[in-house]
Nanobody, 119 residues
Framework: VQLVESGGGLVQPGGSLRLSCAAS????????MHWYRQAPGKERELVAT????????DYVDSVKGRFTISRDNAIDTVYLQMNSLKPEDTAVYYC?????????????WGQGTQVTVSS
């Protein structure tokens, strides 16, 4: 099982980044997918969620209207489009997969990708 995040980097306030998380080794379409982030000295925070078929999404209040989570089950990839980035969005962003139905209880994490918002 692998979750490999990419797309992080350094961006100026107001800029945009698109994170990708490529999954392998499990039945991607049977897993809800989540993006978490963890800033230095803070607890890991759930940022966005998308259900297994992509029919429903949810966001933490601080990113609503700025971030969009999406997925492509044909290529086992989940995305996080981040617009209007703020310095407080600086964190390591992690991809997380949680199994549904017969896969309930299974939970996988990526290694994380650093996002730094600074001028």
């Amino acid at each position: 099982v692998q979750l490999v995040e990419s797309g992080g980097g350094l961006v100026q306030p107001g800029g945009s980044l698109r994170l990708s998380c490529a999954a392998s080794g499990f039945t991607f379409s049977s897993y809800n997918m989540h993006w978490y982030r963890q800033a230095p000295g803070k607890e890991r925070e759930l940022v966005a969620t998308i259900t297994s078929a992509g029919g429903s999404t949810d966001y933490v209040d601080s990113v609503k209207g700025r971030f969009t989570i999406s997925r492509d089950n044909a290529i086992d990839t989940v995305y996080l489009q981040m617009n209007s980035l703020k310095p407080e969005d600086t964190a390591v962003y992690y991809c997380n997969a949680r199994g549904q139905w017969r896969y309930r209880g299974l939970n996988y994490w990526g290694q994380g990708t650093q996002v730094t918002v600074s001028s």
